[in-house]
């Protein structure tokens, strides 16, 4: 494999990230964990 393979998946890691970001799948996760989390404590 190349040296350059590792760069590359960094790369387009970061790039699904920044795209996950701006299309709001952050909120929508983060709303579906606070829920999942109330769940199991009891209060949701």
Do not use: F, H, P
């Amino acid at each position: 494999m190349s040296k350059y393979v590792k760069y590359v998946v960094l790369v387009g890691a970061i790039a699904m990230l920044v795209l996950g970001i701006t299309n709001g799948e952050m909120a929508a996760v983060l709303r579906k964990a606070v829920t999942i989390c109330m769940e199991c404590i009891g209060i949701g």
